[in-house]
């Protein structure tokens, strides 16, 4: 692979990160936002749903903070 292909390689790499955790950030706010929504409507107390939805949370998190260090990683190549 020449210099500039693994440069293009690296750029699609770092590119699909940024929209994978534009992606997930997406996703955990609507998550959360529709969530307490359809709780509020249910009349369901807030601590009681997002005891239940912190894992999924956490997950999402997590899933967030590992492609972030990817980004990073690529980053200092």
Same mark, same amino acid.
């Given at each position: 692979?020449?210099?500039?292909?693994?440069?293009? &390689?690296?750029? %699609?790499?770092? @590119? =699909? *990160?940024? =929209?994978?955790? /534009?992606?997930?950030?997406?996703?955990?706010?609507? $998550? +959360? #936002? =529709? &969530? +307490?929504? !359809?709780?509020?409507?249910?009349? $369901?107390?807030?601590?009681? %749903?997002?005891a239940?939805?912190?894992?999924? +949370?956490? /997950?999402?998190?997590a !899933?967030i903070?590992? *492609? @972030? #260090?990817?980004?990073?990683a +690529?980053?200092?190549?």
């Amino acid at each position: 692979m020449s210099d500039s292909e693994f440069a293009i &390689t690296e750029q %699609v790499d770092a @590119q =699909e *990160l940024a =929209e994978l955790i /534009k992606e997930f950030e997406e996703y955990r706010e609507r $998550l +959360l #936002n =529709e &969530t +307490l929504e !359809t709780a509020k409507r249910a009349k $369901l107390m807030k601590s009681v %749903v997002m005891a239940q939805l912190e894992p999924e +949370l956490a /997950k999402i998190d997590a !899933t967030i903070k590992a *492609l @972030q #260090n990817q980004q990073a990683a +690529l980053a200092g190549n």
